[in-house]
């Protein structure tokens, strides 16, 4: 039998064999256990082992757990529910990110672009939700997004094929019809390009991913697509790079969009503009000396090798459509 004892302060030195016998050591804690009119000390981490063990008695039976590797596949779907939640609970608050930022933006600055939108395939039965952005909200959305590298898909040759019927006056007053005005804030100084518009992408899969940023223009005689990825707000990633396509958005998947894209505008102005649109206007790229627009009842989209050329076709068309506004003004 071991004895100790006890101090003024009310504290004891548990004797060595003791120590030993529970493998006691420094900052460990006990547990004092009345049991059968008898104080009983015990190692509380094992007390506590002891404890669950008891409180579970019959679980391991009752899920089957006779293997060890029963046990191990438990704890993995444990483990891989947990890791879903949390994933779940990152991808809302992501989510909830966005939509503050595109509501705030709405409401503070009543911007006259609203957030129109069309639903196009990108292939696999998958649904993409292509929405107009205002300037604005592209920009704080762009704060927290990745361009994707695009060079190598062939673009130009793709997109030259594409964009055989839609030329620049057509694809012009298509996205204006389905989208709202032109951004003429995000064409410069009007020299390379001449149109812009800005368009969020969601999927409607969603899974993890937030989200794309497009921008569809003109540059120097071709129509260019650009693409960006949206990150989560707790991920970094070097926003001075470029990067491949992911693997929630492919690069067949990017080609397949677009090729959608195209074919929606072009069946938009087939139904809708083509027979009805009466507007004059005119719009020009001076980098490569082209003009495009609407007169007389055509559209019409030229290029010019000589400058003098150019400048004279710029005026013919802008003299002629303000005699005729004369005339009119005249007539009525």
Sequence with gaps: MDLA?????GQITIPINIRKKLNLKEGDK??????????????????????????????GERLNLKTEENVVNLVKEIRGESLEENKKNKFEKNYQYIDGILKKLDIELMYPIKNNSITISTGNDRQVHMIRLARPQFLALAKRAVMIEMNDFIWQMSLLNLHKKLLFSKMFVTLEDIFGPNDEQGIGD?????????????????????????????LRGAIDYELAKIIPINENLDRS????????????????MIKNCYGYLEGWFDGSLERKYDSFF????????????YKDGKFFDKSFDDQDEYNEFIKLISTSY?????????VD
């Design 190 to 218: 009007g020299y390379k390009c001449s149109f812009c518009f800005h368009f969020l992408l969601r999927f409607s899969d969603e899974k993890e991913n937030l989200g794309y940023l497009m921008i569809v223009h003109d």
């Design 241 to 256: 790079k470029c990067y491949s396509p992911f693997e929630d958005f492919t690069k067949e998947e990017i080609k397949y």
């Design 282 to 293: 005119s719009k020009t790229v001076g980098s490569d000396l082209i003009v495009y627009g």
């Design 30 to 59: 006990v547990a004092f256990i009345e049991k059968d009119g008898y104080i009983v000390l015990a190692d509380s981490v094992m007390l506590a082992l002891e404890q669950v063990q008891n409180a579970f008695q019959g679980e």
């Design 322 to 330: 303000e005699v005729e506004n004369e005339g009119s003004e005249r």
């Design 5 to 9: 004892k006890v101090m003024s302060d």
